[in-house]
């Protein structure tokens, strides 16, 4: 699929409209350059899971995890929002309990950067966010492959 975005409300609103589709289990890989609006379209998938709380880029703790309340009956209960920028290896991450939610039954991870975990990632079901700029605007393109 893809779209095209011309403000950042316009990619929060996409945010909100690709996360009707999210299954707890999903591993969604942000991949973009610098300033592309990963974060950005992450909020817009926070705020429709009902995270009120103000979504920032985990440069430096590496990963938040947010309770999701407002799906129970589709038994999501995370949401995990991993930035690998700063991440010296896999090790790091792995020492903070990422694999206690890659592909877990109850969680979303959405990774920002995830080049840098490859090796974690193999093996798992992603779908790929790629977000591009494109003009004053964005491009963004999702496959599951």
């Not at 909020?43 to 999701?68: D, H, Q, R, W």
């Not at 992603?126 to 977000?131: A, D």
Request: net charge neutral.
């Amino acid at each position: 699929m893809k779209y095209t975005t011309n403000s950042e409300q316009e990619l929060i609103n996409l945010g909100k409209k690709i996360a009707v589709n999210f299954k707890a289990g999903d591993i969604i890989l942000l991949e973009g350059n610098l300033g592309a609006g990963k974060t950005t379209l992450t909020k817009g998938i926070a705020e429709y899971f009902g995270i009120k709380k103000n979504i920032t880029s985990p440069t430096f703790s590496l990963m938040n995890v947010y309770e999701i309340k407002r799906f129970k009956d589709l038994k999501i209960k995370r949401l995990v929002h991993v930035d690998t920028y700063r991440l010296e290896d896999e090790e790091d991450l792995i020492e903070i309990g990422i694999e206690d939610y890659l592909g877990a039954p109850d969680t979303i991870c959405l990774i920002e950067w995830p080049e840098k975990i490859e090796g974690l990632l193999r093996r798992k079901k992603v779908i790929r966010i790629k977000i591009e700029h494109d003009g004053d605007g964005r491009k963004i393109m999702i496959s599951d492959k």
